[in-house]
């Protein structure tokens, strides 16, 4: 299936601060999604971009598709505590998805 | 509530002894999957449905079988599990395979021993 990687593995962050993980696909992707896995809980939907370019906001995170549809980025800024969690993308289709970004927060 | 339900949440079984984990959902989706999460991994998917007696391989089937007679449910079967199929599995839904958001199940830990 398609490969989707994701980077960092693990990310940890001063509450605060900004940081943002990259996913990345090996083919074309016809849109991706994020998701977001509370430690012990399953995964949930947070956004889909479909467009090459596209750029999306859900409060403090800022979701990016880039412009040949091959790689995506999640930016937060000003991490809460209540951001931590795993990150996951997944390309559509020939459903696939990264490994994701756990994210830790330093009170 | 729209929901997708798992049962067992939890189980410990021995290798050999054939399991069936159920996954139903309310939404009327037609589009199911079950998925392993390991750690470094992330999820990966087993099999999926795109709808009543549809059923195809996804990344990692080898040892498990599915069934999909009914749009609400998606068995996943383990005729002989062994020590590595031990593993959180969830089971998702969606409307189709590629538009639309998937809703995931609250995950089923299995351990093999």
């Known amino acids: 299936g398609q490969q989707v990687m994701q980077i960092p593995q693990y990310q940890h962050v001063q509450e605060g601060e900004d940081f943002t993980t990259y996913c990345n696909s090996s083919t074309t992707l016809s849109n991706i999604q994020w998701y977001k896995q509370r430690p012990g809980g399953h995964p949930v939907f947070l956004i889909q971009l479909v467009k090459s370019g596209e750029v999306k906001k859900q409060k403090r995170l800022t979701f990016q598709f880039g412009e040949a549809k091959k790689n995506s980025s999640l930016h937060i800024t000003a991490t809460q505590t209540t951001d931590v969690g795993t990150y996951f993308c997944?390309?559509?289709?020939?459903?696939?998805f990264g490994a994701g970004t756990t994210v830790t927060v330093r009170a | 509530e729209a929901q997708v339900t798992q049962n067992p949440r939890y189980l410990i079984t021995v290798t050999g002894k054939k399991l069936t984990v159920t996954c139903s959902q309310n939404?009327?989706?037609?589009?199911m999957s079950w998925y392993r999460q390991d750690p470094g991994l992330g999820l990966r998917q087993i099999y999926y449905s795109m709808n009543v007696e549809v059923t195809d391989k996804g990344d990692v089937p080898e040892g498990y079988k599915v069934s999909r007679k009914e749009k609400r449910n998606f068995p996943l079967i383990l005729e002989s599990p062994s020590p590595n199929q031990t593993s959180l599995y969830f089971c998702?839904?969606?409307?189709?395979?590629?538009?639309?958001?998937?809703?995931f199940g609250p995950g089923t830990r299995l351990t093999v021993t």
């Open positions: 998702a839904s969606s409307l189709d395979k590629v538009a639309y958001e998937q809703y």
């Open positions: 997944a390309g559509r289709g020939k459903l696939s």
């Open positions: 939404m009327n989706h037609e589009y």
